[in-house]
């Protein structure tokens, strides 16, 4: 079948599959990547947008032999003065974060202002409803796209605003204006010479035995380089982030443990001949009955899950005398709280690039990764192939999103073992429904709270008891409930304490880092035992709230002393918000607390490298992962505050030959700890500037580095510093308002940062936490059935939608940290941390029906 069509002006003829989709002959016959896959044909992310005549299409539902005669346009084939003023206005107003989404988007936009050059906020909304955007909340969106419209409108060409890139600045997102339209490359874009592709098998069943797995029908099909499984793994069969416990691939005569573990995997040609190997690879399962509760899993004499039983951990925190200060309490709070399973829900799903790398006469393995941490990537490859380190080199590509989803190892070990078998490039792509199987979750959790206050509003003492699902394989799941226990509290003092915290496996796939990191969930809890007390003993819920809030001299419920210099912002939060919230009929307030750097015992350690490779171009080399939410932009900005010089001539690189080690890009770390160790290496490059000129300093590298080892794990003291869980807090409060229906009218958010490093980018990260926050609350779920994901679809993850979202102010507060640079603190979780149980506080005000589980959805029942 013979199409003609033009695609972006251009004449093109097409003969071959008419059912293919357009995005595919897009991105995989034309070689135009700028149109994103994220929901792998699904038809609902909107990441494929192009243009078809006179309407805005999802280019993965339209098929080829629909586009005859048809004009087809990427933003590749708009004119270039358009390019220019879409990216130029994204990037003005903050409209990007990742990016992965903002193609598509522009394409929407420019389908609108085609029709119509002067659309209201709503026109806009309702444009981009197709579109979800994960990192933005879509308000600095909307604001780009009104932007572009005028810029059109007045026929004006512009040049971006001046910036010194200095601390304080609203520096434009570093290469921002190519990743508007999509012209930066994300891995899934990679293409290589000789480039084959892999594809996974996956467990049919939550818990089964394989008695047999026959590869032989893969292994005939043309085109099908090798199929391998458990037993041609080179090194390691098991990975982890903190417990070995996951394998790469379960071996025949094993029991699988989730829907997500992987039995094999093919090297193909094309993407679409791996698929079809794995679909013919014939696995016989003895299904077994598996645990999908946490009750279930800790009955007495039950199936152990692994080898060292079904509980992974438990934390228990025991301070002063609970018993007592509840037994003479005026007040007492009780409740069961129920939190959910969530989907990141990321726009690009995994997917990694690599190749046999000879180049120092060994057979090394080259990486294009897109997790969260390329240092701990380059661990768990070289464990999986059986390399020493410096035969294992990691490349970090700046990814489309990752909210905690991509710090355990998916399919990079399963690329790297393929490609180093083989001696072949070899990528492996998860498609929607694979990607959501696999990668761990944020954890549901049950937690029973028990919060007292004596007769003046004062909280006495807190008893909880929290359980979390952490699925088949540990993840950092210990550690999440850990920090539950840590937070539980919330952002009060509390100095009597009992909580006990417990991660337990079952069948379910597996839930580690998500951001929030448990406290989401128990701040969900604790937020409403206070709104409880006030109910009880007739307290204004602001006054309760200033009365308990933690500062300087008080102690958290750790045991944390607040001290002089640890930037303790809450209370200047909740005086930014004390006028709206007192106005305001029904009206939600929850406060916030999350910890920046990971703590709890553990070093937060950083390292970074300056080179001077030309007068006119500094390269700055460190671990941390960009992912949408800035620590490039950030790097850039303290190398400008430190040396004075144009951000334009910096370069910023993350690969593992630098030598730059961290950790995992998580705890809300990335901007305190880049920067220190940029400060570290500045200081190094100004004493050289007192000696010698900048052109005499081209060639030479500047290590920098930063290191916090004086943590205490959780309930105990460490000699010389007490109890000091963490380095450095962050502190929020929000208030939910609700129209005279109960409808969400608008959400207000003071967040302290301690110090504002770049206030657009400050803004973007809030407003896109509320609307995962709002999501959490309200709709977003990803439930299991016996095991199984009830459903895989993207569209039915419950995240809410442009025309959807509420109107949102941020409110910016500084109460600088001794230990950050400048005074920053993280800011990538805290803002999400009050939301859902602002939500859940305003809408008892207006029903007087108090919320117990997530998501509240729209007819909520109590929970017994």
């Not at 026109?123 to 969106?141: F, L, Q, V």
């Not at 970090?396 to 072949?424: C, R, W």
């Not at 498609?431 to 944020?442: A, G, L």
């Not at 309930?715 to 609700?738: D, N, P």
Request: aromatic content about 8%.
């Amino acid at each position: 079948m013979k199409m003609n069509f033009y695609l972006n002006g251009k004449e093109v003829t097409y003969n071959d599959d008419p059912n293919l989709s357009l995005l595919k002959y897009l991105r995989n016959v034309a070689g135009i990547k700028t149109p994103k896959d994220g929901c792998s044909g699904q038809g609902v992310c909107g990441a494929c947008t192009v243009q078809m005549d006179e309407k805005a299409i999802l280019s993965c539902r339209m098929t080829m032999k629909k586009v005859e005669g048809k004009h087809i346009y990427t933003t590749d084939g708009l004119e270039e003065e358009i390019q220019d003023i879409f990216s130029k206005a994204f990037v003005q107003k903050g409209g990007i974060q990742c990016g992965f989404c903002t193609p598509g988007i522009v394409m929407s936009a420019r389908v609108l202002l085609l029709k119509n050059p002067d659309p209201s906020e709503n026109e806009i909304k309702k444009a981009i409803h197709k579109n979800i955007c994960r990192c933005t909340g879509y308000k600095k969106i909307i604001e780009s796209i009104q932007y572009a419209a005028k810029l059109l409108r007045e026929k004006k060409v512009i040049s971006l605003e001046e910036c010194e890139g200095r601390v304080g600045d609203s520096l434009p997102k570093y290469e921002a204006m190519d990743t508007v339209l999509g012209k930066r490359a994300f891995v899934c874009d990679l293409v290589r010479l000789n480039m084959h592709f892999g594809a996974l098998k996956f467990s049919e069943h939550p818990r089964a035995k394989i008695l047999n797995i026959n590869i032989a029908d893969a292994e005939k099909m043309k085109g099908v380089v090798a199929v391998y499984t458990a037993k041609d793994i080179p090194g390691e069969r098991y990975t982890g982030l903190i417990k070995k416990d996951w394998p790469v691939m379960v071996r025949a005569g094993e029991e699988t443990r989730c829907v997500g573990d992987v039995v094999a995997g093919v090297v193909a040609i094309s993407e679409e001949i791996a698929r079809k190997a794995v679909s013919k690879i014939k696995v016989d399962y003895d299904v077994k009955e598996p645990l999908t509760t946490v009750d279930q899993s800790l009955r007495e004499n039950e199936y152990q899950i692994h080898p060292d039983g079904n509980l992974l951990s438990l934390t228990e925190l025991n301070i002063g005398d609970v018993d007592s200060a509840l037994s003479n309490s005026a007040y007492v709070s009780r409740g069961t709280y129920y939190t959910q399973r969530i989907e990141h829900a990321f726009l690009e799903t995994e997917s990694c690039l690599a190749l046999p790398d000879d180049e120092d006469g060994h057979d090394g393995i080259l990486v294009y990764s897109q997790g969260q941490g390329a240092y701990e990537d380059r661990k768990a490859i070289a464990k999986i192939l059986g390399f020493p380190l410096e035969r294992v080199r990691v490349i970090q590509v700046q990814n489309g999103g990752g909210f905690g989803g991509k710090e355990d190892l998916t399919v990079q070990g399963h690329a790297a073992f393929f490609a180093l078998l083989s001696q072949l490039p070899v990528k492996v792509t998860l498609s929607r429904e694979e990607s959501m199987r696999m990668h761990p979750k944020r954890h549901p959790m049950r937690m029973h709270y028990e919060l007292g206050c004596d007769e003046n509003g004062i909280i006495t003492g807190l008893r909880a008891k929290i359980d979390g699902d952490t699925g088949a394989y540990a993840s950092v799941g210990m550690k999440v409930l850990e920090r539950a226990a840590g937070h539980s509290g919330g952002a009060y003092v509390i100095l009597n304490s009992h909580v006990v915290a417990r991660a337990v496996y079952t069948n379910n796939v597996p839930c580690g880092a998500m951001r929030g990191f448990g406290v989401n969930q128990t701040a969900f809890a604790v937020e409403q035992c206070i709104d409880d007390l006030c109910e009880q003993g007739g307290f204004d819920r602001w006054e309760f709230r200033y009365n308990n809030a933690i500062r300087e001299g008080k102690k958290l419920i750790t045991g944390q002393l607040m001290e002089k210099g640890d930037g303790v912002g809450l209370r200047d939060t909740l005086l930014a918000l004390k006028d709206v919230f007192k106005k305001s009929k029904h009206a939600g307030i929850a406060c916030g607390i999350k910890n920046t750097g990971i703590g709890n015992g553990m070093p937060d350690t950083t390292k970074c490298k300056i080179k001077i490779e030309k007068p006119n171009r500094v390269i700055v080399y460190h671990g941390w992962s960009e992912m949408g939410q800035g620590v490039h932009t950030m790097a850039i900005q303290t190398v400008c505050q430190e040396l004075g010089i144009e951000p334009s001539v910096i370069e910023v690189n993350v690969d593992t030959l630098s030598e730059t080690v961290c950790g995992m890009t998580t705890s809300s770390r990335g901007t305190s700890l880049v920067g220190l160790a940029i400060i570290d290496a500045c200081k190094k490059i100004k004493g050289d500037l007192e000696k010698v000129t900048w052109e005499q300093m081209v060639g030479r590298e500047y290590p920098g580095e930063w290191i916090c080892d004086w943590t205490s794990e959780i309930g105990r003291e460490k000699k010389g510093y007490g109890h000091k869980t963490h380095f450095s807090y962050g502190y929020a409060t929000q208030v939910v308002t609700l129209d005279k229906k109960g409808k969400i009218e608008k959400i207000y958010a003071a967040h302290d940062a301690g110090k504002i490093m770049n206030p657009m980018l400050f803004e973007g990260q809030i407003e896109g936490a509320l609307h995962m926050g709002l999501g959490y609350a309200l709709t977003e779920n990803f439930p299991m059935k016996d095991g199984h994901p009830e459903y895989c679809n993207y569209g039915k993850l419950g995240i809410i939608r442009a025309k959807d979202m509420p109107d949102v102010e941020v409110i910016g507060i500084e109460a600088g940290d001794r230990y950050g640079p400048y005074g920053a603190k993280g800011v990538g979780e805290i803002g999400l941390v009050p939301t859902a149980a602002a939500v859940a506080c305003a809408l008892y005000q207006f029903d007087k029906k108090r919320r117990y589980s997530l998501p509240i959805g729209i007819n909520s029942k109590k929970k017994k």
